[in-house]
């Protein structure tokens, strides 16, 4: 029976293929809608002159979240693709000559702190203590609650939790309590950085990613981040979940606040249920009849979105020695570069940046003796975006690449391709152009994100990275589940 209620879900980004899987393994038929040639959203791959390039997500942390995904589904990790922890899991550079290598082991941890600031090693221990229990905390039971209301919060044993875990407490206030080493503080505040606000306005609940980062590991599937994506695409189609590529929702057709048709590039389709995978902006403001929408213009305008970036895909036609697969360049000031994302909105003077070089762990992202680099600069959404700024801030980039590593990429690409906003809006439809979605701010986490449910369509849910849990891969795939089960007991009541 539940096999005549069609779904349909827009978009196959992490959100979108799990709350596929999840809905087809309880019954229903689910078609999956994507506007692109290949499934994963901002997660997709590009191959250029034998170099293969993950055009998104370079990070795999949090492993314990895609472990108990494909476990819904009686699969483990291994079952699809082969998974490296790297030690070091990534380089900061302070300046030529000076930097830092996090190592997997704690001990080894506890050292390189010691060699920063003395007696820090005991700070650690603490800092990293609350950061396990933060963890735990919110993975059980704050990003598997869909936040339709306050309510599902005011629960004596969550009120006194919020506290322990610091929901109010600014990030910065927090690490500064246990280090005073600027090195230090600069590695344990890098992993806010992503979420949308400095430090100074994320709360310290989200030391929970240096738990995260430095206990839980980075590591690497090799042969890149999206064979995630193709594993998540063999869990979804062995569910029956069908894929259409290609395909783009131009609307969808509502009646009597009941979703009944989308309307696409391909045909119309008459639904049962919608899940909306895609930029919640997007498809809410331009997608959907104006009486049935959540949100307006002032609100959407009023939002903190987490950064957008300056990408270059970048193939060589020599090896780069002595970095590592992950690096982070922190030469400039790190204050000052968030100042000019978050409160002063602006092309970045002396930008940070990061460097990947997949090609250091995986020899098959590059042909022989080649070496893969993924350049990325983040940036204010909503920036001007033209070619010759891409191009001044490649050389930005790249003069002080050469001369903290010593070695010289220009003249030496095969391949060099940029990526930025312009790009994120016209593949993904991305609100402003960001990246990674809404800032994780006290003032937009839980119940206070744009809502999953559509208030006035009784047949429609939101997931992804502008609603919650909030941005990144893990997120994303646990907001999927979310939605799938909240849609499920939708379903269950027609």
């Not at 809608?33 to 170099?51: V, Y």
């Not at 994100?449 to 909030?470: C, E, F, H, R, W």
Request: with cysteine; glycine share 8%; charged share 25%.
């Amino acid at each position: 029976m539940q096999q005549n209620f069609k779904v349909h879900i827009i978009g196959s980004g992490f959100s979108g293929l799990a709350a596929a899987a999840v809905l087809a393994k309880q019954g229903y038929g689910v078609t999956i809608i994507e506007k692109n040639n290949q499934a994963g959203g901002r997660a997709r791959l590009w191959k250029s002159e034998g170099f293969t390039f993950d055009m998104g997500p370079s990070w795999y942390w949090m492993p314990d979240v895609f472990e108990n995904y494909f476990a819904l589904f009686g699969k483990k990790v291994s079952d699809f693709y082969d998974l490296k922890r790297l030690d070091p899991g990534y380089r900061v550079y302070f300046g030529k000559d000076d930097f830092m290598d996090i190592p997997a082991n704690m001990e080894q941890l506890e050292a390189l702190f010691e060699k920063y600031e003395k007696g820090s090693s005991i700070g650690l221990r603490k800092f990293m203590d609350q950061a396990a229990y933060k963890y735990k905390s919110a993975m059980g039971d704050y990003v598997f609650r869909p936040s339709h209301s306050i309510t599902e919060f005011i629960d004596i044993r969550l009120l006194i939790e919020s506290i322990r875990i610091h929901m109010l407490k600014p990030m910065s206030k927090h690490v500064r309590q246990y280090f005073t080493n600027p090195k230090l503080i600069q590695l344990l505040e890098f992993p806010v950085l992503f979420l949308g606000a400095t430090a100074q306005k994320i709360p310290a609940m989200y030391s929970l990613m240096n738990h995260a980062d430095l206990a839980l590991g980075t590591w690497y599937p090799m042969g890149g981040m999206y064979e995630i994506v193709k594993a998540m695409v063999k869990v979804a189609e062995s569910q029956g979940v069908k894929i259409m590529l290609d395909t783009e929702v131009k609307k969808i057709e509502i009646e009597n606040g009941t979703a009944k048709k989308l309307i696409t590039s391909k045909g119309n389709f008459e639904t049962d249920f919608v899940v909306a995978a895609g930029d919640y902006h997007f498809i809410e403001q331009n997608l959907i009849e104006k009486k049935y929408r959540n949100y307006d213009k002032k609100y959407w305008d009023s939002r903190v979105m987490s950064p957008s970036s300056l990408l270059f895909y970048i193939g060589l036609d020599k090896k780069i020695e002595g970095i590592q697969h992950h690096n982070l360049f922190f030469d400039e000031d790190l204050d000052q570069h968030a100042k000019e994302i978050y409160t002063e909105p602006q092309w970045p003077s002396k930008p940070l940046f990061y460097v990947s070089c997949v090609s250091k762990t995986d020899l098959d992202a590059a042909p022989e003796g080649k070496e893969n680099l993924f350049f990325l600069i983040p940036l204010a959404p909503g920036l001007k975006d033209t070619e010759e700024l891409r191009e001044k801030y490649y050389q930005i980039m790249m003069d002080r690449f050469e001369k903290i590593t010593g070695q010289t990429i220009r003249g030496h690409e095969i391949v060099k391709r940029s990526y930025a906003m312009n790009d994120f809006v016209n593949d993904y439809h991305s609100f402003k152009g960001n990246a990674y979605g809404l800032a994780n701010t006290l003032s937009q986490t839980a119940f206070f994100k744009p809502s999953m449910k559509a208030k006035k369509i009784d047949n429609l849910l939101y997931t992804g990275q502008l609603t919650v849990p909030g941005p990144g891969v893990p997120p994303s795939i646990i907001s999927g589940q979310v939605v799938a089960k909240e849609a499920g007991l939708i379903l269950k009541k027609r």
